[in-house]
């Protein structure tokens, strides 16, 4: 974590979206940079250890960054770039902005919304987020499918969040002992010493 290089690409946006008001884009980026960074405090543990998204305390979340963040949104939509990669991204920030719990959140709206970002920005990446929101709206077993589609992927050979994305499915589905070794898998993947630590940790339970 590193807030003043958060704050400085903030400042920088902002600069931005004053000299180019009409570009929506522009304040879809300053939008999802100011939600973003209304996170961090929540982020990790006073150890530094990771913090999952629901799992964060959302009081701990800066109301004011994601009021900014929803005005910079709302401001891009009216300007007609509700369809931009960066948009979308940052209406994506937004469903999770506004559910005071985690309980609470549009799991059904982010899932519509990472479709779109798949046809505008096709990513793996995005793919594989999209699998997390279908999961949450639908269950593992529908979202399982779409992950293991991505397994033979080149370009996710060695991201680490695809196996740890998989076995947190096959854990709610039930099968432990394959979670396990998706965990400890993932962990081996990571340069991060705190999110293999997590990982092992999640793997051992």
Not at 4 to 21: I, Q
Not at 179 to 194: K, L, P, Q
Request: net charge neutral; hydrophobic share 50%.
């Amino acid at each position: 974590m590193r807030p003043a290089l958060c704050e400085d690409a903030l400042r920088l946006g902002r600069v931005v979206a004053g000299l180019m008001p009409q570009e929506p884009e522009v304040h879809g980026l300053v939008a999802l940079m100011e939600i973003q960074a209304s996170r961090l405090r929540a982020r990790t543990t006073p150890e530094g250890d990771p913090i999952l998204l629901l799992d964060q305390d959302r009081s701990r979340w800066d109301r004011l960054l994601i009021g900014r963040g929803l005005a910079a949104l709302a401001e891009a939509e009216r300007l007609g770039g509700a369809g931009g990669p960066y948009v979308l991204q940052a209406a994506i920030a937004a469903c999770h902005a506004r559910a005071l719990t985690a309980d609470a959140t549009d799991w059904a709206r982010i899932t519509g919304l990472y479709a779109v970002l798949a046809r505008v920005m096709p990513s793996p990446v995005v793919e594989l987020n999209r699998a997390v929101a279908v999961s949450m709206a639908s269950g593992p077993a529908e979202a399982m499918s779409l992950v293991d589609a991505l397994a033979e992927d080149p370009s996710l050979a060695r991201y680490h969040l695809l196996p740890a994305v998989r076995a947190d499915l096959l854990r709610k589905l039930g099968r432990i002992d394959e979670a396990r070794v998706e965990f400890e898998r993932a962990a081996a993947m990571t340069g991060n010493a705190r999110e293999r630590r997590q990982l092992l940790e999640r793997a051992a339970a």
